[in-house]
């Protein structure tokens, strides 16, 4: 357990995208979805279900992505991806933190196949020996992935308490029906994210960037 509080974690919160391949006990990750599972939702209603893929299922997992890819599998998401919709300023700080990755990663912007491959790493669940898919009642509104945001948030911060880091990825939705090959989703659900988690491999260079945020007044409104 880490001794940091948690307005520590979340100062010094980064996204993980380089982990040492050992396993997280599973004890550990039971204790921590069991807490989650106190997480509240709109009317109470839990529409989260987590899937987590470890081991033998983890390599079955992402060698038959990698070999659908081969073969030409396209993208089949199930919710719209995040990508969509952007325009303005939330486009610029897209590209900005494209930028920033490609750049700590040493990618030149025109290099699509580096790009691609950097890309592809998500499949790998950059290297961390779990990963995780979160999905709901394909029937929910959108406004209830809300809902799996606050567990997701939940289970990252109980895992970070624990020592445990982990990458929230919106690419791990986009091969539903391969991730059902390997680990039972509810009859109905639809995934929206999934997670890598494990421990950090320290001093990585992936890990290394620190993304900016917009100040308070710019993301804030008061009225007295
Ligand atoms: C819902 C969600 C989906 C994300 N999807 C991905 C993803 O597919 N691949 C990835 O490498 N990072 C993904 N990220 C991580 C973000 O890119 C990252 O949080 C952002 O760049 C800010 O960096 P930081 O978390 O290190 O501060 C996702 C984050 C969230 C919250």
């Known amino acids: 357990m880490t001794t ?8 010094q919160h980064r996204t ?32 989260w279900h987590i899937a987590v893929v470890s081991g033998a299922s983890r390599e079955r997992l992402e060698k038959s992505v990698f070999a659908a890819i081969a073969e030409g599998m396209q993208p089949n998401p199930e ?7 952007l325009t303005g ?14 750049q700590t ?4 912007h025109d290099d699509q196949t580096a790009r691609d491959e950097l890309s592809l790493r998500n499949w790998k669940f950059f290297g961390a020996p779990h990963a995780a898919f979160l999905s709901m009642p394909k029937t929910m509104h959108r406004a209830n992935a809300v809902d799996i945001g606050i567990f997701l948030q939940t289970v990252m911060l109980l895992f970070e308490e ?3 880091s982990s990458c929230p990825q919106g690419a791990l939705a986009i091969f539903p029906d391969k991730v059902r090959e390997v680990v039972d989703i509810p009859e109905g659900n639809a995934i929206l994210v999934g997670m890598s988690f494990g421990y950090e491999e320290e001093g990585a260079l992936i890990n290394s960037a620190k993304m900016p945020r917009e100040p308070l007044d710019a993301i804030a409104s008061f009225a007295n």
């Open 4 to 11: 940091k509080t948690l307005t520590e974690l979340v100062l």
């Open 16 to 47: 993980i995208r380089g982990y040492k391949p050992d396993p997280v006990p599973m004890d550990v990750i039971r204790e921590v979805l069991d807490i989650a599972r106190n997480a509240q939702s709109n009317g109470n209603t839990q529409p």
């Open 79 to 85: 919710w719209p991806t995040g990508g969509r919709g």
């Open 89 to 102: 300023v939330h486009k610029q700080r897209q590209r900005a933190c494209g930028a920033q990755y490609y």
């Open 105 to 108: 990663m040493g990618v030149a």
């Open 162 to 164: 624990r020592g445990v």
